[in-house]
Each structure stands twice: as structure tokens, then as C-alpha cells.
């Protein structure tokens, strides 16, 4: 069975432009989780949904950033415009219906470079 | 409230046992633990609930003390395999997936 995908693999940008990270969950999960790891900070929660719902957005840093999942098989997260200190590696997680007990499986991740 | 983990950072030889910790101030419901290797996603290992429970398999294992709000995982007879990142990852209120991670211990096992 496929895992959660995750795309681009890698993206470099120049300061100022749109970035756009794309996340496939595992087929059947209703649960959706973008986190961001960096060495200062970890692995920090940015925004989960349920059902396609936006539930929790209190960890997305500010008004550049921003996410939607249109539909039970896709995901976006968008930085705009971006900024340097936005580089990092942003994780996509999906869960079966996001209970506190069930596993939440990682997507590959997508390296952000941004210059 | 980010939970603490110790130690930071273990350096262990193939054989030898480590242990784990992750404590959190605030009371927990759950708590989760991942692995992750350099340049790859975290890896789950266990969930804990509240109530005290042990749990394991093959030769990892972890507890939980809801009491003492915290949690520790148990790596027994350590292989080559087993190093990489350590996290733990708590929730306090049991109703939502919200999980919040600590720093990570970076374990090194060495032939």
C-alpha cells in the first residue's frame, strides 16, 4: 500500500516567492497533519484537518502561510511570499480519523530551501 | 507545553541498553514515540495511553507514569539498526490527534 506522498521532494526558491507543497494521505485516512521540522525549533505541529476541516491552524507562523485540502486526497501547503527563515523540512502526517491513540504516518517530507 | 527529553544525546556500543526519557508539566493522555534516521521521515514506534501501561516489542519497550507525567522508552541489547532520532510526542487532553514533540535524543550505536 502507498504511504503518505509528498511533493516536491526538494525545492529551492528565491526569497519572495510562492512556495507550494502538495500531500497525498494514506487512502481511507481522514486525518491530515502538516508539520515543520528545523534544528532551532523541531518537529512542531502547523495545522491539522479532519475530514477535509481545518481543526487546529494555531501553530501556522503568520498570515504567509496557508493550507487547504479541497478534497479527502489532497493537500496544500502554501508559503507566500517566502522568506529565508521559512527553510526547513515540512512533514505531511495522516491518521484514520485523528484520535489521540492512533499512529500518524509521515509522508517523506519536503526539503525547503529558501535563498 | 514542548515536552523535555534526556538525555540529549547517547553514544552506546551493539549490545548495550538505554533508556529513554520524556517528561512533560503538564498532565498527559497519551504519549507517542517515533524514530527517525538522517534525512528520512519519523517512524512510529508505540503509543502509550493514560493508565500506567508498559509496552513493547522486539527489544524496545516503554512505559508510562501518568503520575509523574512522564514516559521513558527502553532499548534493550542495542543494534546497529537502532540509531537515529528519538521522539517523543505528548498530547494532554485526549480528544484531538495534537501531538506535540520533544527536542529528540540522538542515539549512536556503534559495532
Known amino acids: 500500500d502507498a504511504g503518505v506522498i509528498q511533493s516536491p521532494r526538494h525545492e529551492v526558491t528565491e526569497m519572495g516567492q510562492e512556495v507550494t507543497l502538495r500531500c497525498k494521505p494514506i487512502s481511507g485516512h481522514n486525518s491530515l497533519f502538516w508539520y515543520r521540522q528545523t534544528m532551532m525549533r523541531g518537529l512542531e505541529l502547523l495545522i491539522y484537518?479532519?475530514?477535509?476541516?481545518?481543526?487546529?491552524d494555531s501553530g501556522m507562523p503568520e498570515d504567509r502561510f496557508s493550507a487547504k485540502m479541497p478534497n479527502a486526497s489532497f493537500s496544500t501547503l502554501k508559503i507566500q511570499p517566502s522568506e529565508p527563515r521559512d527553510s526547513a523540512v515540512y512533514f505531511c502526517?495522516?491518521?484514520?480519523?485523528?484520535?489521540?491513540?492512533?499512529?500518524?504516518?509521515f509522508g517523506p517530507g519536503t526539503r525547503l530551501l529558501v535563498l | 507545553q514542548q515536552p523535555v527529553q534526556s538525555p540529549q544525546a547517547v553514544i552506546l556500543r551493539e549490545g548495550e541498553d538505554a533508556v529513554i526519557n520524556c517528561s512533560s508539566s503538564k498532565a498527559l493522555y497519551s504519549v507517542h514515540w517515533y524514530r527517525q534516521k538522517h534525512g528520512e521521515a519519523p517512524v512510529f514506534l508505540m503509543i502509550l495511553l493514560k493508565g500506567g501501561e508498559q509496552k513493547g516489542h522486539d527489544k524496545i519497550s516503554a512505559s508510562f507514569n501518568e503520575k509523574k507525567q512522564q514516559s521513558s522508552l527502553y532499548l534493550t541489547a542495542s543494534q546497529l539498526s537502532y540509531s537515529g532520532t528519538y521522539f517523543c510526542?505528548?498530547?494532554?487532553?485526549?480528544?484531538?490527534?495534537?501531538?506535540?514533540f520533544g527536542q529528540g535524543t540522538t542515539l549512536q550505536v556503534k559495532p
Open positions: 510526542g505528548t498530547d494532554g487532553s485526549g480528544n484531538t490527534g495534537k501531538l506535540i
Open positions: 484537518f479532519n475530514n477535509n476541516v481545518p481543526i487546529d
Open positions: 502526517a495522516s491518521s484514520i480519523s485523528g484520535r489521540v491513540e492512533e499512529t500518524q504516518y
